[in-house]
């Protein structure tokens, strides 16, 4: 018996399926390889910066590169971590609360690092505050205009002159720009136009970094998924229609 060998058609769809997965692997191998890869050398770069500043203070009997015939990665950050950890135990002693009033007291009194230092003191403390609501909600309001809406993060309740000068409750809003969430603008809205999400601030940024690629499922539960919460919006021509035709 006389055996046949493939067809033209048959190697085209041969050479077709087996390019397909190829190129499928190598996709795969990217969606695995690229995030570790990018998490790694992000973390050795973190890593090298802080040692490249920390380490030659460190005394070289102290020093474990000293006797070592490679540097030690990650020391620098050790040793600062260390350093930080020891500098708020001594603040809860009385001595370290004496000298950290006198320090307080001398940078209050420079002009120009006053302003630095006071501002930067507020932030931290209202950030790292365990009752502090900063960046811990997530909302959606209409920005930039009516029926375009962005997301944001609650900073915030709005006080002082801002607050007084108008009838509606008015909320701090950071608005972050993609895929630098670390920049952005401060917004004051009145709470009635927020609509809080559920997703979690880590959610919301990872959404915002990906230009939305990365999209958090909806926590809801199934039967209140299919209830919306913002209802359809007319154009703004079309409602002027309407209302003149009311009028008429």
């Known amino acids: 018996m006389v055996k046949r060998g493939r067809s033209r058609g048959e190697r085209h769809t041969h050479r077709v399926g087996l390019s397909a997965r190829l190129r499928g692997y190598f996709l795969t ?3 695995v390889a690229a995030p570790i890869s990018i ?3 992000l973390t050795w770069q973190l890593l090298g910066f802080v040692d490249a500043r920390i380490t030659p203070f460190i005394p070289s009997s102290y020093n474990p590169n000293t006797y070592l015939p490679f540097a030690v990665p990650g020391l620098g950050l050790i040793v600062l ?24 007291s001398l940078l209050h009194r420079m002009p120009v690092v006053r302003s630095i230092y006071g501002a930067t003191k507020q932030i931290f403390e209202t950030i790292l ?11 959606m309001f209409e920005y930039p205009r009516r029926g375009c809406w962005a997301m ?15 009838e509606d ?17 401060l917004l ?12 979690s601030v880590e959610e919301g940024a990872k959404m915002i970094i990906s230009g939305g690629i990365v999209t958090p499922p909806d926590p809801r539960a199934e039967n209140e998924q299919d209830i919306p919460r913002i209802p359809a919006q007319r154009p703004a021509a079309a409602e002027a229609i309407s209302e003149k035709l009311a009028g008429e």
Not at 81 to 104: C, P
Not at 152 to 166: H, L, N
Request: charged share 10%; hydrophobic share 45%.
């Open 29 to 31: 191998g990217i969606l």
């Open 39 to 41: 998490t790694l050398f």
């Open 81 to 104: 971590i260390g350093f930080i950890t020891l500098v708020g135990a001594l603040t809860t002693l009385f001595v370290g609360r004496t000298l950290l009033a006198i320090s307080d």
């Open 129 to 139: 505050a365990q009752k502090s609501t900063a960046f811990r909600q997530v909302v």
């Open 152 to 166: 944001g993060f609650v900073t915030g309740v709005t006080k002082g002159e801002i607050q007084s000068i108008t």
């Open 169 to 185: 409750e008015m909320v701090n809003v950071f608005l972050p720009t993609t895929p630098n969430p670390t920049s952005g603008y």
């Open 188 to 199: 004051f809205l009145p709470r009635r136009e927020l609509v809080p999400l559920q997703m």
